[in-house]
């Protein structure tokens, strides 16, 4: 992050300075206010699901819905932590159901939960589910296209199902694929 | 789908009076947690948020997604999504716009506003995701797996465009 936010920012300042220098600090000015008005936004969604889900952890609901998903949750992510584990099992959860705004603080809690057994494979797996969106229906898009009028705003479901499926599918194969390359370069260094 | 949310409320509270406890309380330490959350992310969001205005304002991203055309072209996606492609990864409001404006340019029935529609739902903002999720770890250089995101948001994109030409 820190490469391409140095890059970036480096490169526009040089093209704004030459073309148009007196667009640059409203610009800068203005990238500040979305992002305040963005965590505003972002505010409301985590108080409303983290406020709730604080009522399911405290009446045990989370370490149910946790247990069953657990077995499979352990062996894919490598990880024995319980409350990762139901961390991570909310999170996917609330992925496939479409509220990705309540996915976000699961995902955030299960990283650092992670990050106390040093399991950084876990840490970028989840990431990758996440970042690569997997998501039932999408309803944004549909009600976007309802708006304007299409004629079955619905029809685009199946193909975004199987593009998001092969997104995922494909990061998650390649992250493991490069994950055993890796594992068994550094067992033939040790040997 | 319009009923998964509000049942989701009543199961979660129904369960909590069942196991005797207090849901409002609960509630409040639940949003209590959620201020501290949103204030440790402000900074990093507000970072993130700098950096693409400055990337559209300075005709930076319009450079790139015409350099980058001829390639989406070869990967059968459409030169006019080019820019939706490469603006997505970075800005979910940003892309939501562009988005929208496809589809009032080209009709919400066309090719091409279809294919943005699954290449839209089919991706993720990977550089805001990455800034809120590594935050708090030590390690913050993840390269590999950003790499792998979006290579494999780029196919995704070919395939939607795929998709959409046949289904």
Known sequence: MNVIFT??????????????????????????????????????????????????????????VAAMLSPACTRFFRT????????????????????????????????????????????NLLFIINATSIQLIPTTVIALRAAEGSAAAHDITLPSLIATAISTGLAVAVYIFCEKIKHRRAKKCAM | ?????????????????????????????????????????????????????????????????????????????PPQLAKLALIKPFSGSGSLSMLGSVIKTYGADSYIARCACVMYGSSETVFYISAVYFSKCANKKRLLPVAIILLSSLISAAVACLLCRIM
Not at chain 1, 35 to 64: D, H, N, P
Not at chain 1, 90 to 114: D, E, H, Y
Not at chain 2, 49 to 70: T, V
């Open chain 1, 7 to 64: 890059i970036i920012t480096a490169l526009s300042a040089l093209i704004m300075c030459v073309f148009e220098p007196s667009a640059f600090l409203p610009a800068l000015l203005g990238g500040a206010r979305k992002g305040v008005e963005c965590c505003l936004t972002l505010f409301c969604i985590y108080a409303v699901w983290m406020g709730l889900s604080q009522v399911a952890e405290e009446s045990g609901l989370t370490k149910r």
């Open chain 1, 80 to 123: 024995g932590d319980s409350e990762a584990v139901g961390a991570i099992s909310m999170n996917i959860s609330c992925n496939l159901l479409g509220i990705g705004g309540a996915a976000t603080p699961f995902a955030v809690k299960a990283i650092g939960r992670l990050e106390g057994e040093k399991n950084e494979y876990a840490q």
């Open chain 2, 1 to 77: 789908m319009r009923y998964v949310i509000p049942l989701i409320f009543l199961l979660v509270i129904l369960y909590a009076v069942k196991k005797r406890v207090r849901v409002y309380p609960a509630f409040t330490r639940g949003v209590k947690s959620a201020v501290d959350f949103t204030l440790g992310l402000l900074p990093l969001i507000v970072c993130v948020f700098i950096m693409c205005e400055i990337f559209e304002a300075s005709h930076l991203s319009d450079k790139i997604s015409a350099m980058l055309s001829p390639l989406f072209g070869l990967l059968g996606i």
